[in-house]
């Protein structure tokens, strides 16, 4: 059985193209609370808390934290080649933007249907944020 | 975004390569807000860092030739000197510090490395357009001073500072600058720490937003702001707010929510502070550090510091750590306080972050803060955060709990 398609529109922020396992984040992230030789979120209280993000397409309603450890944490996941492969985000913000710019991972937002309903942890997602696309293959449930 | 004939002269590499990757970042952050053009700012401030991502960019546009047109000041990093003469700094780290120095000296920036730089070093007024980075000063200009700013990176900071503009968007439209949550504060907020846990508790039920508060009965002090600043910024991102009253840009609230209503509205009474203090109480026992001034402690507060230790004598197996801004310091000096704390077995140190790699030999430490903000970034195995007053007690002791 071919597994559901989804292509949905979205706005790019910063350009690339990057595809790979979605992973869902209901709450903000900081990515200095990860391990950046593993990808691993530490940060104890996080409903990520041990989740690899290494790789991923990560879907997260924005980032959060002091300005300087957030970009100081993608760039060390990145030259540990455990940065996402692609970000979707609600609610954009400069630190963000900086990161993903720093560190060449293509970020994008307003997905004409909400990623939040639309996307679940392990769906597979083609980000191509030149082309403003988002492509998302359904888990086999 | 619409572009003048310079601005696309920058971005063709015409003055060099610094000002061109600088202009690059700025336009790619006007691009994915929908800025239709750039605005001049009049000053800015990077929150340097001295860590490898940092080095990166300033170093990119060190090495491009690009220097600040407007002053632009920075963040602490680490007093290397300070340091190296106690502990064993790792090298390669000291390294990437030293090199994040000499790189914001190259771009012209004003090397203030301190985080409260609207104390003294860079002080914006009413209504200024500004390009202000680090967490807790962000909120400070906008809401305590009324300058407009955007939650800058270090990186977008420094390129504005660079270009002498920054992409119109934000909270540079007065539109966007209108209040979301309404707070309302039935709490008595007696002191800076009962601010401190205000920004904690406020931070983490509105995550991202402006709130404008209701019920705060007297004006809060300078200290007070900057507590509630900085520490709205750790579980949360809360780049203004309003206490009409007593904060400039908005008289009432009805103004502060710009005729509209909240989004949402939440009370704070005794009890929400009550049990943010409780998940702050990590460990009791046996403390081998005390860590303060995080943020940078302002010239009153090491006063403090030195009255609460005047003539006695910290616990013989515990560090005493006071970070301040150099201005300070040297006031502090003129003052006697900093020959107060160094009686008593202290450190004054400047220019200093806690957050930085200086700190490794408390790496498996069990401590003590004031600043939840501190305890968060896990520096230390464990650091637990209670009033000033506490601090110096357990520091005397040797023991809290």
Same mark, same amino acid.
């Given at each position: 059985m071919?597994?559901?398609?989804?292509?949905?529109?979205?706005?790019?922020i910063?350009?690339?193209?990057?595809?790979?396992?979605?992973?869902?984040? =209901?709450?903000?992230?900081?990515f200095y609370?990860?391990?950046?030789? !593993?990808?691993?979120?530490?940060?104890?209280?996080h409903?990520l808390?041990g989740?690899?993000?290494?790789?991923?397409?990560?879907?997260?309603?924005?980032g959060k934290?002091?300005?300087?450890?957030?970009?100081?944490?993608?760039?060390?996941?990145?030259?540990?080649? =455990?940065?996402?492969?692609?970000?979707i985000?609600?609610?954009?913000?400069?630190v963000?933007?900086?990161s993903?710019?720093?560190?060449?991972?293509?970020?994008?937002?307003r997905?004409?249907?909400?990623?939040?309903e !639309?996307i679940? !942890?392990?769906?597979?997602?083609?980000? =191509?944020a030149?082309?403003?696309?988002?492509?998302?293959?359904?888990?086999?449930? | 975004m619409?572009?003048?004939r310079?601005? &696309?002269?920058?971005?063709?590499g015409?003055f060099?390569?610094?000002?061109?990757k600088?202009?690059?970042?700025?336009?790619?952050?006007?691009?994915?807000?929908?800025?239709?053009?750039?605005i001049p700012?009049s000053r800015?401030?990077?929150?340097?860092?001295?860590?490898?991502?940092?080095?990166?960019?300033?170093?990119?546009?060190?090495?491009?030739?690009a220097?600040?047109?407007?002053?632009?000041?920075?963040n602490?990093?680490?007093d290397?000197?300070?340091?190296?003469?106690?502990?064993?700094?790792?090298k390669?780290e000291a390294?990437?510090?030293?090199r994040?120095?000499?790189?914001?000296?190259?771009?012209?920036?004003?090397?203030?490395?301190?985080?409260?730089? @609207?104390?003294a &070093?860079? /002080?914006?007024? @009413?209504?200024?357009?500004?390009?202000?980075?680090?967490?807790?000063a962000? $909120? @400070?200009v906008n809401s305590?001073?009324?300058?407009?700013?955007?939650?800058?990176?270090?990186?977008?900071?420094?390129?504005?500072?660079?270009?002498?503009?920054? $992409?119109?968007?934000?909270?540079? /439209? %007065?539109e966007?600058?209108?209040?979301?949550?309404?707070?309302?504060? &039935?709490?008595?907020?007696?002191d *800076?720490? +009962?601010y401190t846990?205000?920004? @904690?508790?406020v931070g983490?039920?509105?995550?991202?937003?402006i709130?404008?508060?209701?019920?705060?009965?007297?004006?809060?002090?300078?200290?007070?702001?900057?507590?509630?600043c900085a520490?709205? #910024?750790?579980p949360?991102?809360?780049s203004m707010?309003?206490? $009409?009253?007593?904060?400039?840009e908005?008289?009432?609230? &009805?103004?502060?929510?710009?005729?509209?209503?909240?989004?949402?509205?939440?009370?704070v009474?005794?009890? *929400?502070?009550?049990?943010?203090?409780? *998940?702050?109480?990590t460990?009791?026992? %046996? /403390?081998d550090?005390?860590?303060l001034?995080?943020?940078?402690?302002?010239?009153?507060?090491v006063?403090?510091?030195?009255?609460l230790?005047?003539?006695?004598k910290?616990?013989?197996?515990v560090?005493?750590w006071?970070?301040?801004?150099?201005?300070? %310091?040297?006031?502090?000096?003129? #003052?006697?306080?900093?020959?107060?704390i160094?009686?008593?077995?202290?450190?004054?140190?400047? +220019?200093?972050?806690?957050?930085?790699p200086c700190? /490794?030999?408390?790496k498996?430490?069990?401590?003590?803060?004031?600043? $939840?903000?501190?305890?968060?970034?896990?520096?230390?195995? *464990?650091?637990m955060?209670?009033?000033?007053?506490?601090?110096?007690e357990a520091?005397i002791?040797g023991?809290?709990?």
């Amino acid at each position: 059985m071919k597994n559901l398609e989804i292509t949905l529109k979205c706005h790019k922020i910063v350009g690339g193209y990057g595809e790979g396992e979605a992973l869902v984040s =209901n709450e903000p992230i900081c990515f200095y609370l990860t391990d950046p030789k !593993t990808g691993i979120v530490r940060e104890r209280s996080h409903e990520l808390a041990g989740k690899n993000l290494a790789n991923k397409v990560l879907v997260f309603p924005s980032g959060k934290a002091s300005s300087v450890v957030q970009i100081d944490g993608l760039f060390k996941l990145a030259s540990h080649n =455990n940065a996402p492969k692609a970000m979707i985000v609600k609610d954009v913000e400069t630190v963000l933007i900086v990161s993903a710019f720093m560190v060449k991972v293509p970020l994008v937002d307003r997905l004409e249907r909400d990623p939040f309903e !639309t996307i679940q !942890t392990g769906d597979f997602i083609k980000v =191509n944020a030149e082309k403003g696309i988002v492509i998302i293959t359904k888990r086999e449930s | 975004m619409y572009l003048t004939r310079e601005e &696309e002269r920058i971005l063709d590499g015409e003055f060099g390569e610094g000002t061109q990757k600088a202009l690059e970042l700025l336009v790619a952050i006007g691009d994915a807000y929908d800025a239709e053009k750039m605005i001049p700012i009049s000053r800015a401030h990077a929150a340097s860092s001295g860590q490898e991502g940092d080095l990166y960019f300033v170093e990119l546009l060190a090495k491009g030739g690009a220097y600040c047109k407007v002053l632009t000041s920075t963040n602490p990093v680490y007093d290397i000197k300070y340091f190296d003469n106690l502990f064993e700094v790792p090298k390669d780290e000291a390294e990437v510090a030293r090199r994040v120095m000499e790189a914001y000296k190259r771009v012209g920036a004003i090397l203030s490395w301190s985080c409260i730089p @609207y104390m003294a &070093e860079n /002080i914006p007024l @009413y209504g200024e357009t500004v390009a202000f980075s680090e967490s807790s000063a962000t $909120p @400070y200009v906008n809401s305590v001073i009324g300058a407009r700013t955007n939650r800058e990176a270090a990186q977008s900071a420094l390129a504005a500072g660079v270009i002498g503009k920054t $992409p119109k968007y934000g909270l540079h /439209i %007065k539109e966007n600058r209108k209040g979301t949550n309404l707070v309302k504060v &039935e709490a008595t907020l007696k002191d *800076e720490f +009962d601010y401190t846990l205000l920004g @904690y508790y406020v931070g983490k039920q509105i995550g991202y937003g402006i709130p404008v508060f209701t019920g705060i009965k007297r004006q809060p002090s300078t200290e007070e702001l900057i507590n509630f600043c900085a520490m709205s #910024n750790v579980p949360g991102a809360i780049s203004m707010f309003y206490i $009409p009253g007593f904060t400039v840009e908005a008289s009432t609230v &009805e103004e502060a929510f710009q005729g509209g209503s909240p989004e949402d509205k939440i009370t704070v009474t005794d009890y *929400e502070l009550k049990q943010c203090y409780e *998940e702050l109480q990590t460990t009791s026992g %046996k /403390i081998d550090f005390v860590m303060l001034g995080c943020p940078h402690y302002t010239l009153k507060q090491v006063g403090e510091v030195a009255r609460l230790l005047n003539g006695k004598k910290i616990h013989d197996g515990v560090s005493f750590w006071v970070c301040t801004s150099a201005t300070a %310091k040297v006031l502090a000096e003129r #003052n006697g306080y900093v020959d107060t704390i160094k009686r008593a077995g202290g450190h004054v140190v400047v +220019d200093t972050c806690i957050d930085e790699p200086c700190w /490794i030999a408390y790496k498996n430490k069990v401590g003590m803060t004031d600043s $939840p903000k501190c305890a968060y970034y896990r520096r230390f195995k *464990e650091a637990m955060v209670t009033r000033l007053q506490d601090c110096v007690e357990a520091a005397i002791e040797g023991r809290w709990g």
